[in-house]
């Protein structure tokens, strides 16, 4: 069993920036790809970004491109995502995933088999 564990959540101004990190458990981290998803209040849960297994290829929702990088270390087991110039309408839960069978990051959250438990993120304005 995979485990993610998300951190780095928290309450900034807009315009702010705040860095989450995601560790996961696994002996084969390198060659599988990472996701962000969010989750706003009474809203589905969305893609926010992705990464390949040697971020080499990243995705981003249009709502975060050019204010967020992903990015991951695989000698840590861990996966990053700078949030800079955030909104209020950035305020959700963040939640880290790890693909279940591909290398490649997808928008797709049903290709994510291994979930954190979230992180809050609250942008004021």
């Known amino acids: 069993q995979v485990q993610v564990v998300e951190s780095g959540g928290g309450l900034v101004q807009a315009g702010g920036s705040l860095r989450l990190s995601c560790a996961a458990s696994?002996?084969?981290?390198?060659?599988?790809?990472m996701g962000w998803f969010r989750q706003a209040s009474g809203k589905e849960r969305e893609f926010v970004a992705g990464i390949s297994g040697n971020g080499g290829s990243t995705l981003y929702a249009d709502s975060v491109k050019g204010r967020f990088t992903i990015s991951r270390d695989n000698a840590k087991n861990t996966v990053y995502l700078q949030m800079n110039s955030l909104k209020p309408e950035d305020t959700a839960i963040y939640y880290c995933?790890?693909?279940?069978?591909?290398?490649?990051?997808?928008?797709?959250?049903?290709?994510?088999?291994?979930w954190g438990q979230g992180t809050q993120v609250t942008v004021s304005s």
């Open positions: 696994r002996r084969t981290f390198s060659t599988y790809g």
């Open positions: 995933a790890a693909s279940g069978d591909s290398f490649y990051a997808t928008v797709a959250l049903a290709r994510y088999a291994y």
